[in-house]
């Protein structure tokens, strides 16, 4: 099983401010997926990459792939990016279906 | 339907009652998959659906626990004779193809969330 790491646990930011939340995994992988989870709702996928950087309005997802580690970055961070972020990647073993997720990072934007 | 559809949203169960989880995934996605998520934890695999198929139900805890689909759309999984272990959100999600290779999103419902007492 692949190994993932997060960090940090729980982030609280002043809105304005740059975010930055780290994802860690043990096996090499061919896709990793960045979800946001607001609190008692369902899973949003906003990436999904294999390598480089993705940018979707102000967020933006970068991955290196050598060093088996990606970050998730928000820019201009707004109170509505509160949320859970959680990175999964495939389980090691060939199975093209299965994802090992992390704990999740709760981060909170006050304005 | 526009996205993933579980319900029931909530569930409360008394120990030893059986429940039934439906999920509705976005018509004509292939891949089904259902996950369970303990208060402070990411989600935990615990079946795959290809079309009908149950291809994979390695991550369900306990033979109490069983999952189908059986048109290849709506699948519903039913827990037996609920523990108070097994309160958790269930998680829901669907994809176009098989499996979750590159360029292929996954969609998740909003989750079912049970709490066994």
């Known amino acids: 099983k692949n190994e993932v790491e997060q960090s940090p646990q729980n982030l609280t930011a002043q809105e304005g401010e740059f975010i930055t939340i780290n994802c860690s995994y043990s096996?090499?992988?061919?896709?990793l997926h960045w979800l946001q989870q607001h609190p008692g709702g369902g899973i949003v996928s906003l990436f999904m990459?294999?390598?480089g950087k993705k940018k979707h309005g102000r967020l933006i997802a970068t991955i290196n792939i050598q060093e088996k580690h990606s970050s998730l970055h928000i820019t201009a961070s707004h109170p509505r990016d509160s949320a859970v972020y959680i990175c999964?990647?495939?389980?090691?073993?060939?199975?093209?279906?299965?994802?090992?997720f992390g704990k999740g990072t709760l981060l909170t934007v006050n304005p | 339907g526009a996205g993933v559809s579980q319900s029931p949203r909530y569930k409360v169960a008394k120990r030893g009652q059986d429940v039934a989880l439906r999920c509705d995934p976005i018509?004509?996605?292939?891949?089904l998959f259902w996950y369970q998520q303990a208060l402070g934890q990411g989600p935990e695999f615990l079946t795959y659906?290809?079309?009908?198929?149950?291809?994979?139900k390695s991550g369900l805890p306990s033979d109490r626990f069983f999952a189908e689909r059986p048109e290849g759309s709506v699948s519903t999984l039913k827990i037996q004779r609920t523990q108070q272990e097994d309160s958790a959100v269930y998680l829901c999600?669907?994809?176009?193809?098989?499996?979750?290779?590159?360029?292929?999103?996954?969609?998740f419902g909003e989750g079912s969330w049970l709490t066994v007492v």
């Open positions: 999600a669907s994809s176009w193809t098989p499996g979750l290779t590159a360029g292929n999103t996954i969609y």
């Open positions: 096996v090499g992988i061919s896709a």
């Open positions: 990459l294999s390598s």
């Open positions: 999964a990647v495939p389980n090691s073993g060939g199975s093209n279906y299965k994802l090992t």
């Open positions: 018509s004509g996605h292939v891949s």
């Open positions: 659906f290809q079309n009908e198929a149950q291809l994979d």
